[in-house]
């Protein structure tokens, strides 16, 4: 993040049910991933973004009133439901300072912050994470399971 970025980090992460039809699913994921790098990088919000096959669990780093804008914004959008604050609150650092937008990947898989093309989603140079992005990324797929397994 910038140098500009303040002294504080608000972090905020939810939890929702994705509405996006498997059709065109690369596409649509591609889009999203572009546009949230883009404008979270204007913002200076960070942050990183689980996907399964039904849930997002997604962590929004930056200056307090920037991410409860755009988390009002994402609560709005038609592609996904039931969205939920898991937590939110002022952290010392943002954990995911290098990271516009990342996919987090479902346990066994590595994580990867990606790069948005027209035609879908592609890696960008991995990098090691550390213990407290671990320790952030293991609540974010807790969540996650614990959301297929609410709607089993």
């Not at 065109?24 to 790098?37: M, P, T």
């Not at 990342?102 to 027209?118: F, M, Q, R, S, T």
């Not at 989603?121 to 990324?137: H, M, N, S």
Request: with cysteine.
């Amino acid at each position: 993040m910038p140098s500009d970025v303040p002294a504080t980090t608000f972090r905020l992460i939810y939890r929702s049910r994705d509405l996006i039809p498997e059709e065109g699913r690369k596409k649509e994921l591609g889009d999203l991933f572009g546009v949230a790098r883009s404008q979270n990088k204007q913002r200076h919000i960070c942050g990183a973004l689980l996907l399964t096959e039904e849930t997002f669990v997604q962590v929004l780093e930056g200056e307090e009133a920037a991410v409860r804008e755009l988390f009002e914004h994402i609560a709005r959008d038609p592609r996904h439901e039931a969205v939920t604050v898991l937590e939110s609150g002022v952290v010392a650092a943002p954990a995911f300072s290098r990271w516009a937008m990342a996919k987090v990947a479902e346990d066994g898989e590595p994580d990867i912050p990606l790069i948005a093309h027209v035609d879908g989603i592609a890696p960008a140079a991995g990098r090691g994470t550390t213990p407290e992005q671990d320790e952030i990324l293991a609540f974010m797929r807790d969540a996650a399971r614990g959301a297929s397994q609410d709607s089993a």
